[in-house]
């Protein structure tokens, strides 16, 4: 029952789609984990594998880079959301992100039921 509670709080002080705010937290968890990789631990190799995730989920980096920046304190949400939210209003999404919408077609049910796994036959 916890787990409802933190998301109703989660949802009630975002005035904004469940999806956005899903966006919002994987966002403030991006720049946390950047936050450490880059400040604390000066680790290149994370810093640079958590770029590219931040591409690969087409964030935009100047996003993340505001946040990174912004003088908060990137473990404090509450710090957080109001400097994100000012960017948002001036920066609307350049298209819609693929990973948290459905698609427009959906297909059906399988026809076929998965393959099994298939035996190991020794040559000869």
Same mark, same amino acid.
């Given at each position: 029952?916890? &787990? *409802?509670?933190? !998301?109703?709080? %989660?949802?009630? !002080?975002?005035?904004?789609?469940?999806?956005?705010?899903? *966006?919002?937290?994987? &966002?403030?968890?991006?720049?946390?984990?950047? %936050?450490?990789?880059?400040? *604390?631990? %000066?680790?290149?190799?994370v810093?640079q594998?958590?770029?590219? *995730?931040?591409?690969?989920?087409?964030?935009?980096?100047?996003?993340?880079t505001?946040?990174?920046?912004?003088?908060?304190?990137?473990?404090?949400?509450?710090?957080?959301?109001?400097?994100?939210?000012?960017?948002?209003?001036?920066?609307?999404?350049?298209r819609?992100?693929?990973?948290?919408?459905?698609?427009? !077609?959906?297909?059906?049910?399988?026809?076929?039921?998965?393959?099994?796994?298939?035996?190991?036959?020794?040559?000869?």
């Amino acid at each position: 029952m916890e &787990v *409802e509670s933190v !998301t109703t709080t %989660a949802q009630s !002080t975002f005035d904004g789609s469940f999806a956005e705010c899903k *966006e919002q937290q994987l &966002v403030f968890l991006l720049v946390r984990q950047l %936050a450490t990789a880059q400040f *604390e631990l %000066a680790n290149a190799a994370v810093t640079q594998r958590l770029w590219n *995730e931040v591409n690969a989920l087409e964030i935009d980096p100047e996003r993340i880079t505001q946040l990174l920046y912004g003088g908060q304190d990137v473990n404090d949400r509450e710090a957080l959301r109001p400097l994100d939210d000012a960017w948002r209003t001036h920066h609307p999404p350049r298209r819609q992100r693929r990973w948290f919408t459905r698609p427009a !077609t959906v297909a059906g049910p399988r026809s076929a039921r998965p393959a099994g796994l298939r035996a190991h036959r020794p040559v000869g």
